[in-house]
């Protein structure tokens, strides 16, 4: 008999009792049973439904991560560091809600177990259930925990991928230069005079250029960025300088004199460094 069609029964005793306290009081305690049963039974219901919606939730999203074993370094603003980016936050976010989930489904458990209105065989079918949503729990922990373990080491490599590659692009982009007078410069092994032409009976040659030497030591340089620094100052504006390694001229500011000196200025402003230091990563300026 549905508890529908109880109330029914219970309320027609009511009525045939009429005055009779008694029937009454049995009858109400009829109604309050039949009350406590329909209660408990829509609560298991709600239970084991959110229990079961939650259980289906996660499992669609564990399925629907996929982790590329070769994770590639991208900008940070490029779609596939976006979609890295995203799977790595939806697998922390599974982290806590399966353990949410896990939450509730003991917490159905204990709920069940203290309702005192429901028959032996709903009981026994709802413990049932419920064992079978604690068994997709453990599950789900396991699949997490392979996720997460999946995503650190996954993160590890991306780390030290980042890191080579900042460590490759700023060795890369590290250029080099150094102002001297001729004599010091060739003291410290930064340039050497080639070319000339010895005439009969004279013990030098005439004609000599200053080019850069054919080794050069970078700790004979001052090390700098060519993203970031685009202006070399001068030691003294009132010095003639000449630039004798094999940099583009034509991407400076300001490009030399025709006869290859740059005059009357503190600084060398460069406009295209990537340009101008294509010729050489070493600049050699010579002062005098």
């Not at 309320?11 to 329909?38: F, H, I, M, P, T």
């Not at 309702?115 to 413990?127: C, K, N, P, Q, Y």
Request: aromatic share 4%; charged share 20%; with cysteine.
């Amino acid at each position: 008999m549905s508890v529908k069609i109880a109330f029914v029964v219970v309320a027609a005793a009511v009525v045939a009792a009429g005055c009779d306290q008694g029937a009454l009081k049995v009858a109400q305690a009829r109604a309050d049973s039949l009350q406590n049963v329909a209660a408990d039974h829509d609560r298991a219901m709600a239970e084991v439904a959110a229990d079961s919606k939650a259980l289906s939730d996660i499992s669609g999203e564990i399925a629907s991560v996929r982790l590329n074993g070769k994770m590639k370094i991208q900008p940070a603003e490029s779609p596939d560091a976006a979609r890295r980016d995203t799977v790595v936050e939806k697998v922390r976010l599974l982290v806590s809600r399966v353990h949410s989930a896990d939450a509730q489904v003991k917490n159905s458990k204990a709920e069940i177990a203290s309702m005192t209105h429901l028959s032996d065989s709903l009981r026994a079918t709802l413990e049932s259930t419920v064992t079978n949503f604690q068994k997709m729990v453990d599950d789900q922990k396991t699949q997490i925990a392979a996720l997460t373990a999946r995503v650190d080491s996954l993160t590890g490599v991306n780390v030290a991928l980042t890191d080579t590659l900042n460590a490759t692009t700023t060795r890369d982009n590290t250029v080099y230069y150094v102002i001297g007078t001729k004599d010091d410069l060739i003291k410290k092994g930064v340039i050497t005079e080639e070319g000339g032409a010895r005439f009969l009976f004279v013990l030098w040659k005439s004609g000599k250029t200053l080019v850069p030497a054919r080794s050069l030591d970078p700790t004979q340089f001052t090390a700098i960025d060519q993203r970031q620094v685009t202006s070399i100052a001068l030691p003294d504006s009132s010095q003639a300088y000449r630039i004798v390694s094999r940099n583009d001229l034509t991407a400076l500011n300001t490009p030399p004199a025709d006869n290859g000196q740059i005059q009357n200025t503190n600084k060398l402003g460069i406009a295209r460094p990537g340009q101008f230091w294509a010729g050489s990563r070493y600049l050699i300026i010579v002062e005098g």
